[in-house]
């Protein structure tokens, strides 16, 4: 879905309307977040998870993520501060995660209810963000500028929470 949502933003005008693009994109980002819960619900509910997937799906969700915020970016529809800090997280808490597995501690970074309230932030405010036009009276853009700022205090907030739980690894490792 990364790439049709940004070759969205590359179409000729005369190919597509900004409000056909927007809502497409809009659709297709919902679209790709929902079959993620549900392919991730499936696998545990089956259980048929694997290291492999693991590892896969959490990249993948943050490279949509990215992506989208973005295109967004081009568009002016978000704040490049907000931007840095929720794909700066992303980088940094993957980075942590990876280097606590490898010293056998990823226990200590494990998803906590603060990053599923910053996931649940993001994945409303991007939706809203690319369709940017009222809908059913409601405007998206208030909507997503709102919850795009709640993200990004829940990815700061998370993201101290994370590094504060794998500090005794860090000291511990680093030697002081």
Not at 71 to 97: K, M, P
Not at 99 to 116: D, N, Q, T, Y
Request: proline residues 3%; positive net charge; charged residues 15%.
């Amino acid at each position: 879905m990364i790439p049709l949502l940004v070759a969205l933003f590359y179409v000729p005008d005369s190919w597509l309307s900004a409000s056909m693009r927007d809502t497409i994109a809009a659709l297709a980002f919902i679209f790709a977040a929902l079959t993620d819960w549900f392919d991730g619900w499936l696998a545990r509910r089956w259980n048929q998870t694997s290291s492999f997937g693991a590892f896969l799906d959490p990249v993948a969700d943050k490279l949509m993520v990215c992506a989208a915020l973005l295109v967004l970016l081009d568009l002016n529809r978000v704040d490049s501060f907000i931007a840095l800090i929720i794909i700066g997280r992303e980088i940094t808490i993957s980075a942590l995660r990876e280097w606590m597995a490898k010293i056998g501690a990823s226990g200590s970074v494990a998803v906590h209810w603060l990053g599923k309230f910053k996931t649940a932030a993001q994945m409303i405010a991007i939706p809203c963000l690319l369709y940017w036009h009222p809908l059913y009276g409601v405007s998206t853009q208030a909507l997503g500028q709102w919850l795009i700022i709640v993200a990004a205090v829940l990815t700061v907030w998370s993201m101290c929470y994370y590094l504060r739980r794998a500090w005794p690894e860090i000291r511990d490792r680093s030697g002081h």
